[in-house]
């Protein structure tokens, strides 16, 4: 019976993947303003949903169409990390078969004092670590340090995709505190992957094998 039945939703892809990055850095300095903009792979939403000339070789700008894929991620941020910060997002198709590719611009509350000290925030944040769920990867956020990186072709399926590949970490944009770009598997953490860890957490919690997370720090792993 429905009465009877716990209903978890998954958050689209590229939130999937945005909250994650964001997660431990709303925590350790605080966010007060975020812009993304989103290189969606086409596989996100099915290669045959797009005319070719709109899709290969080129870029499809999302704004107004009937994927209403920035507000859906507008919300789902607002609802997973509250709505304490300023969000614009902006969302583009392009010509790539796996793996969304995002760049990320902040605004702290708290000062970044360089790089190594960000990437050292997000390689250490795994709050689901208590639960010793299999699908949850042993490090959910790589930190990637090499220069042209991450990239859907090279990034997506670190940890059999599990985990959202961050790089060109940057404190010197004029505007923002802080920059950077992450790629997450939308076939994985966004999508089927996600399902099965949340189902994995939920059961985890329900027989209470280990210590209960948050149900928002849960939702911001799926």
Not at 119 to 134: G, I, T, Y
Not at 181 to 206: D, M, P, S, T, Y
């Amino acid at each position: 019976m429905l009465g009877t039945t716990r209903l978890t939703k998954t958050p689209n892809c590229v939130t999937s993947g945005l909250v994650l990055a964001l997660a431990p850095l709303h925590s350790h300095y605080g966010l007060r303003e975020v812009v993304i903009t989103t290189y969606q792979s086409l596989s996100g939403r099915g290669d045959a949903k797009y005319p070719t000339d709109q899709v290969i070789g080129n870029i499809l700008p999302l704004h107004g169409s009937s994927e209403l894929t920035e507000t859906l991620i507008w919300k789902e941020v607002k609802k997973i990390l509250g709505d304490t910060f300023d969000l614009s997002v902006t969302c583009n198709r392009t010509c790539v078969q796996e793996g969304h590719y995002v760049e990320v611009r902040v605004k702290t509350s708290l000062p970044v004092k360089g790089t190594h000290e960000v990437a050292q925030v997000l390689d250490a944040f795994n709050p689901l670590e208590p639960l010793k769920v299999r699908t949850n990867p042993v490090c959910p956020i790589v930190v990637l340090r090499e220069k042209g990186r991450p990239r859907p072709m090279q990034d997506s399926n670190h940890h059999n995709g599990m985990a959202i590949a961050v790089g060109n970490i940057s404190i010197d944009d004029e505007v923002f505190d802080l920059r950077l770009a992450f790629v997450v598997n939308n076939l994985q953490r966004g999508a089927a992957g996600a399902v099965l860890l949340n189902a994995e957490v939920w059961n985890a919690q329900r027989v209470g094998c280990a210590e209960k997370v948050d149900s928002r720090q849960a939702m911001i792993n799926s």
